[in-house]
């Protein structure tokens, strides 16, 4: 049921122009009102950013409970990238962007 939610969100983005931005592997951040609070990465960014939009709208771990309650306080929640992989083939994807988001982790710690 989950991955049906999953697969609506990207394709709702993706039919408002806004999916190009994630179709690709990097990191990528969750921002309320405008601060990044949190940072992740992934292989597929467009399908990641889907599954924390369908968690915060189901409340289904405490991290989206509180970005939901800060929603409903009238808080502006968004997803931004911060970084796309550069590399090519899989593994030097994961190394170059495991490396990169603990350096982003600092950044913005």
Do not use: W
């Not at 939610?5 to 190009?20: E, F, I, P, Q, W």
């Not at 990044?36 to 409970?65: C, D, P, T, W």
């Amino acid at each position: 049921m989950r991955k049906r939610y999953v697969d609506n969100v990207c394709k709702m983005l993706r039919r408002k122009g806004l999916a190009s931005k994630y179709e690709s592997p990097g990191i990528y951040c969750i921002k309320l009102n405008e601060r990044v609070v949190y940072i992740g990465k992934s292989q597929n960014m467009l399908e990641r950013v889907a599954q924390h939009f369908v968690g915060i709208k189901q409340g289904s771990e405490r991290k989206y409970r509180i970005l939901a309650e800060a929603q409903r306080k009238g808080q502006t929640v968004g997803f931004d990238v911060l970084y796309y992989a550069k590399s090519k083939n899989k593994q030097e994807i994961l190394n170059e962007i495991g490396e990169k988001e603990g350096e982003l982790i600092r950044e913005f710690h």
